[in-house]
């Protein structure tokens, strides 16, 4: 396997970073991570903007114009001979001396890593997840903006810790005003009485990829859609619920703390109509730019 070092492609044996580097002493960076499917990275141009939005939100400098950025991820593809796969693309403030200041780190670093797509069980989709509300809130806003997809990751982590705890697959946050936001590493909607429902961006959550293509086919298959404030009654009473990510897509969710739904059509049906826009995306790609973006190895 080979991983994307500042500019070099390299055995990931060999693949390591500084002891000095601000990622790994302060959380300081950011990533992305992507979905590839049969050569062709999904929405690769919203993640790679999503990508210079979080570092300008952070005062960083990526050293790679963003087509230099998504050849590189195509390379990495290539090196390792990938079609289905998993991409993680970060950037740290990279290597400097200890301390804070940012302009302690001349350089940032820059890795990209290519793995096989595992795929998640096929049980999962059929019976769903469990999940619960968690004890930790959601960082404030005002204080970490959760639209900067940063390596601090703490926040999450402990709602994770509590999930698995209590034997649940997911945990969602709620903010400091006792509101829905947003899973650990997922966005989450719920449906009731024919309205579908997710957390808006004010609440305090990520700008999921995933979530704006959902809303997107929601809107298009004639269902109303109402981002706004909820709270977790609202979920606990709600007919049907799932998270949504790059990687799990659409997964159905059968239960909130001691609230259970069906694995309903809402769900299916906008888990289908996501494959269909996956794979018109990729046959578009495919199309348009077979020897570039759509990866021919
Ligand atoms: N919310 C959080 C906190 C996340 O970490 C993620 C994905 O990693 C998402 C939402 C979903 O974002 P996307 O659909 O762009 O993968």
Redesign the pocket.
């Known amino acids: 396997m080979y991983v994307y070092l500042n500019g070099k492609l390299v055995p990931s044996k060999e693949a390591s970073v500084s002891v000095f580097d601000h990622g790994f002493l302060y959380g300081d960076g950011i990533y992305e ?1 992507m979905r590839v499917y049969d050569g062709v990275i999904f929405k690769l141009d919203e993640h790679i903007k999503r990508l210079y939005r979080s570092a300008s939100l952070i005062g960083l400098t990526i050293p790679l114009e963003t087509d230099a950025l998504k050849i590189s991820v195509y390379e990495t593809l290539i090196a390792n001979s990938l079609r289905n796969a998993y991409l993680r693309l970060t950037v740290s403030r990279g290597r400097g001396a200890l301390g804070l200041n940012p302009e302690l780190c001349p350089e940032p670093t820059v890795v990209i890593i290519a793995q096989k797509f595992k795929e998640y069980p096929k049980t999962l989709y059929q019976n769903g997840i469990s999940m619960i509300v968690s004890s930790i809130r959601r960082n404030l806003k005002e204080a970490i903006n ?1 639209q900067i ?1 940063s390596l601090n990751f703490l926040n ?1 982590i402990l709602a994770r810790i509590e999930a698995k705890r209590a034997g649940a697959y997911e945990a969602i946050m709620l903010n400091a005003n006792g509101e829905l936001t ?6 989450v909607f719920f449906y009731k009485s024919g309205v579908l429902y997710t957390p808006s961006l004010e609440c305090g ?2 700008d ?4 704006g293509t959902i809303i997107d086919l929601a809107i298009r298959e004639y269902m109303k859609v109402k981002e706004g404030r909820f709270t977790k009654e609202d979920i606990y009473s709600a007919e049907e619920v799932f998270i ?3 990687t799990l897509e659409v997964m159905p969710v059968s239960k909130t703390d001691k609230s259970e739904y069906n694995i309903g059509n809402v769900t299916k049906l906008l888990h289908k109509a996501y494959r269909k826009e996956v794979n018109a995306y990729v046959a578009d790609v495919k199309a348009e730019e077979p020897s570039i973006w759509g990866l021919n190895i």
């Open positions: 991570t959760p997809k999450n947003e899973g650990t590493v997922c966005n959550i990520l999921g990829i995933t979530r949504t990510n790059t």
